[in-house]
């Protein structure tokens, strides 16, 4: 058996491998999810309303709650009734607007996607294609100068650039919407441009500096070891060196890290959705916890914790392709 036929054969092994350890990790958050509301002091009923309103609820109307959404019935049973309603996509009723939470989540996440497509793209292009100057330009006044850049806006607050740029941009200068997503004339394409510019670029500034640090490392790490430096002692021209056998092994572990982040930044725009009062995910998993609406809080951590397991899986998914000794666990 040649080696290509040994790497193409341990793609599918790999990927078999990686599916049962996703589903496992997705059983126990699920289990998390359904456990931790019921886990507090007082069980799940602490989540719904205020407390003064819980307080003002008699012994029956207590009952008569925990009867609708069965707190009653054994948790086994309870479980259950959870996975069923997990997988037939019946997540319960928002106790703040009445809508089915299914579809006060598919109303938000279109939103949350658009923004954080957008940004991550933004940020990947940014962030890859300065690390890689960076690095190149170690010894010059313009790679400590980027370095330093991307260290200042890897350590600035989301929540505070945000605010910043709705003074300058929005109250200053009045150049862009600072709220929402929609005009006088209502929801528009021109208009939903507009209302992403500062959101996408509170989460941009934030994100590059991050990826910045690690492109710029890791291609470090790639032209400073052995192979690449006896390969410039026998005279490999220093551009071709680069495109042709640093680059990809440096990006390599930056692919994985741009799919983490992915999954991660559904969560972090919470703070940026907040902000800018954009009607995505974040602001709707933000507005619950305050209302106390427990069905849709607990839908919304359900679909956040499923895009963090997608990413983690597209990343393992996608990363043999671009290095094939992945497949094989490192056997030629």
Do not use: C
């Amino acid at each position: 058996m040649t080696a290509v036929q040994a790497v193409r054969r341990g793609y599918p092994r790999y990927l078999a491998g990686r599916l049962a350890e996703y589903l496992s990790v997705l059983l126990v958050a699920l289990t998390l999810n359904f456990a931790l509301p019921r886990a507090l002091p007082g069980g799940p009923l602490k989540l719904f309303g205020s407390p003064e309103a819980l307080a003002r609820l008699t012994a029956d109307e207590r009952a008569q709650i925990a009867t609708q959404y069965g707190f009653g019935r054994p948790l086994p049973q309870q479980f259950l009734d959870y996975l069923t309603g997990v997988f037939t996509l019946d997540l319960g009723t928002s106790l703040s607007d009445g809508r089915p939470v299914i579809q006060a989540l598919a109303d938000a996440l279109p939103w949350t996607l658009l923004l954080v497509g957008t940004s991550t793209a933004v940020t990947a292009v940014l962030g890859v294609t300065l690390g890689v100057a960076g690095a190149l330009r170690r010894r010059r006044g313009k790679g400590s100068g980027l370095l330093g850049a991307a260290v200042v806006a890897d350590s600035v607050p989301q929540f505070w650039l945000g605010m910043l740029l709705i003074v300058l941009f929005g109250v200053k200068l009045r150049l862009l919407p600072t709220y929402g997503v929609s005009g006088p004339e209502g929801v528009t394409a021109g208009g939903v441009l507009q209302h992403l510019v500062l959101p996408v670029a509170t989460l941009t500034v934030t994100g590059m500096g991050y990826l910045f640090l690690y492109t710029r490392s890791s291609l470090l790490t790639v032209l400073t070891s052995e192979p690449v430096q006896h390969a410039h002692a026998r005279g490999v021209p220093y551009g071709r060196l680069v495109r042709r056998h640093a680059l990809r092994p440096a990006l390599l572990p930056v692919h994985t890290i741009l799919m983490l982040e992915i999954g991660f930044l559904a969560a972090g725009a919470i703070v940026v959705e907040t902000v800018f009062a954009y009607p995505g995910l974040g602001r709707l998993t933000f507005d619950a916890i305050t209302a106390r609406d427990y069905p849709l809080m607990q839908g919304a951590f359900l679909v956040l914790t499923v895009m963090v397991v997608l990413m983690n899986a597209l990343a393992d998914a996608t990363y043999p392709l671009l290095d094939p000794r992945a497949r094989t666990g490192g056997r030629q």
